[in-house]
């Protein structure tokens, strides 16, 4: 068989398993398709979701849109950060990515390192207004592929009650006063289980709670291209340390946590006095509290040891290089980060708007949104490397492994340094 | 011929052609992100060597382990108990089956919060005036209870079935036994054992393969964890093709737990035909 006979070959193999995958999902009923002719563009996105958030993409994003587009239809598949990924892959092995894709921080290098996304052209290139570090991850090399559309930074939520009745007059400055204050405040119940856990540390992602506490030590996961693994220094062994040192001291535990459907539940019912979570469930409880009054004996924090830290998440919308209307694609890219989108959209959710005049607007609710933006020249976000995709979801078993006391903090950074290593090996 | 023409197509194109391409693409370094190139056994050996894969064979083995055979056991005794014409049969023959026919997602849910730190479960030992278990987040536990939940939610299915088959076996036997002086006991292990290996074959196969291809009530419970203490092997799968976008080495994967599943089978065939044919 000749080379270009064993290419058609595979090409036809991987199109009918890609096929199946793809018809597959449009059987469950949300296929996401790039769109051709007209100006149409089709969306794939994780945040929108929720009632006022559709209202908003499909209605005022939608008609600034088709003011240059009169003639498209914008076609949307609301997706879930879970399986976000899913979805991609099968999109792309089907030849069906959206022409407008929404992705997390850290995202854009794994997919602009493999020619996914488009490059923003000259007039969204050299974006201005924004809070600079939320430019950073919309960044590969010296190129630009995304806009921010929202942040989602940790702070850590605390219980100024608790923190007083225990005495602890200042808020902690270090990662072992905090380890400290968690343990002089948790409470156990006389047969076992808490009464009052020190610190919650299910409402934020652990792998993010890591990477926060390694930068908070002075620490980094990787070199500045993203192909040597640096986390496995001191700062990553006492990061890791710091988190299992709040569960062997009894503080918390990994069952310990409230409800999803409730967001800083534990704190609010006073069963935790500690809690980095994100700003998106404080906005959320904010708003849904009809106010802050609700929140009163909650105050807020960013984490800090050698020196502060805030860790940023949030959401990149980008272009797909295959788009076949990049043109109209990037229009509706422009309309969905506009300033007054952003805010419409991120304040309900509790998310923040990620532009510099408004980061603290009184017109967001979110109590946490002031020290935020205080902050903010502290930010960090996870990845910057083109093999994050791959490392991301490692971090997590690695370090239950730790905090379940069934593997040391320094064999477990070294399997994790081998199969990160592995992974930007395969680059 | 032409009857057999629509299922034949329907197998063809849904399974057949699937399954070739994933033999094909596993000897491929297919990413979704270019055109597959062929990289011979490197994708096979990567995964023998990678001790993520095997531990999740491994997880997979003991997970099947503890729920087929104790799945089989409750359901065949369940199952003669409801076939005693006992009072109110139709609402506990519904309440058997309603799991099977409940969404797993849905399930998996309801016993996640059942099962947190302070869960029902926990309550219920708390009352006892014994201390609580971390169900899902102690990697030496969490197994169990993911064996747990997949055996309350089998047993359903394999109860219909031995049920169905206890309707085919002939009262005269169980007549002529009780005559002879045979009790409850040596009835069931003389007659209703023997006349039930059909349905036993049939139910174990379908267990076996159920078992090996368990996913939802892992990826909504536990997302693998802890520690990749319930990592099954569907779930590995799904982890390097789609989180990983390494489709080809995904494929191998999928390749090596479709041998799995024939060699179990033919095993079981061979142990349980020779059983059912009487020798």
């Known amino acids: 068989m000749t080379n270009l006979d064993r290419r058609t070959v595979l090409r036809a193999a991987a199109a009918a398993s890609a096929g199946a995958a793809t018809l597959g999902i449009a059987g469950c009923g949300s296929s996401s398709s790039g769109s051709k002719g007209n100006g149409s563009v089709s969306v794939l996105t994780p945040v929108f979701a929720t009632a006022p958030g559709k209202k908003v993409l499909e209605g005022r994003v939608t008609r600034a849109f088709r003011k240059g587009h009169p003639d498209a239809k914008v076609k949307v598949d609301y997706s879930t950060w879970d399986v976000l990924p899913e979805k991609i892959s099968t999109s792309l092995a089907g030849g069906t990515l959206a022409d407008i894709v929404m992705v997390g921080f850290g995202w854009i290098p794994p997919f602009a390192a493999k020619d996914t996304f488009a490059e923003l052209p000259d007039s969204l290139s050299s974006p201005t207004g924004y809070v600079d570090q939320v430019i950073a991850p919309a960044r590969y090399g010296d190129k630009t592929y995304a806009l921010p559309l929202g942040v989602d930074p940790i702070v850590v939520a605390y219980r100024k009650d608790h923190f007083e009745e225990g005495g602890i007059t200042q808020i902690p400055k270090t990662l072992d006063e905090l380890r400290a204050a968690a343990k002089e405040l948790t409470q156990h119940k006389a047969g076992g289980g808490f009464k009052r856990a020190g610190i919650d540390i299910s409402a934020a992602n652990l792998r993010q709670q890591w990477i926060n506490a390694l930068d908070a030590c002075g620490g980094r996961l990787f070199n500045t291209d993203g192909t040597k693994v640096l986390f496995d220094s001191d700062q990553g062994a006492r990061a890791l340390e710091y988190l299992a040192g709040l569960v062997r001291d009894g503080s918390t535990s990994l069952a310990f946590r409230g409800t999803q459907a409730m967001p800083l539940e534990t704190l609010r019912k006073g069963t935790s006095s500690i809690m980095p979570t994100t700003a998106s469930a404080i906005g959320q409880t904010a708003v849904e509290s009809g106010g802050q009054k609700d929140l009163d004996k909650i105050g807020y924090f960013v984490l800090r040891d050698t020196k502060p830290s805030l860790f940023v998440g949030g959401t990149l919308v980008t272009v797909s290089k295959r788009s076949r209307n990049q043109e109209a694609a990037f229009d509706f890219l422009r309309a969905v980060t506009s300033k007054e989108v952003s805010l419409a959209v991120t304040d309900p959710n509790g998310y923040l708007p990620p532009f510099k005049d408004i980061s603290a607007d009184k017109s967001i609710r979110n109590p946490a949104a002031p020290l935020i933006k205080d902050n903010s020249q502290y930010s960090l976000s996870e990845g910057g490397t083109p093999a994050w995709m791959e490392i991301r979801q490692t971090i997590i078993p690695v370090m239950e492994g730790v905090l379940t006391g069934k593997q040391s903090v320094d064999k477990a950074l070294d399997a994790l340094r081998k199969q990160s290593e592995d992974a930007i090996g395969r680059i | ?279």
């Open chain 2, 1 to 279: 011929m032409l009857f057999a023409l629509p299922g034949a197509l329907h197998i063809g194109l849904w399974i057949g052609l699937p399954v070739v391409a994933a033999i094909v693409l596993s000897f491929t370094d297919f990413n979704v992100f270019k055109a597959p190139g062929l990289v011979g056994l490197d994708n096979y050996q990567e995964i023998f060597s990678d001790g993520q894969f095997v531990h999740s064979l491994r997880t997979t083995l003991l997970y099947a382990v503890g729920t087929v055979p104790v799945t089989m056991a409750i359901s065949l005794g369940l199952a003669v108990l409801l076939n005693q014409g006992i009072r109110g049969q139709g609402f506990f023959r519904t309440a058997i089956y309603l799991p099977q026919i409940t969404a797993t997602v849905a399930v998996a849910l309801v016993w996640s919060y059942m099962l947190q730190s302070d869960g029902l479960a926990n309550r219920a030992l708390e009352a006892v005036g014994l201390g609580p278990v971390d169900w899902l987040t102690d990697p030496s536990i969490a197994l169990f209870s993911v064996i747990l939940i997949s055996i309350w939610q089998g047993i359903g299915f394999n109860t219909l079935i031995y049920l169905a088959a206890l309707q085919g076996v002939p009262g005269d036997l169980y007549e002529a036994a009780a005559i002879d002086g045979a009790g409850a006991w040596r009835r069931f292990i003389s007659i209703t054992v023997p006349m039930l290996k059909p349905a036993t074959f049939f139910v174990l196969i379908t267990s076996t393969i159920g078992a090996f291809q368990a996913f939802d009530q892992v990826f909504v419970l536990t997302r693998g964890g802890p520690a990749y203490a319930t990592t099954l092997t569907t779930y590995e799968i799904y982890q390097t093709g789609f989180s990983d976008f390494r489709l080809g080495v995904a494929c191998a994967q999928s390749v090596v737990l479709l041998i799995a599943l024939l060699v179990l089978t033919v095993v079981n065939t061979r142990t349980m035909g020779e059983a059912r044919d009487g020798h």
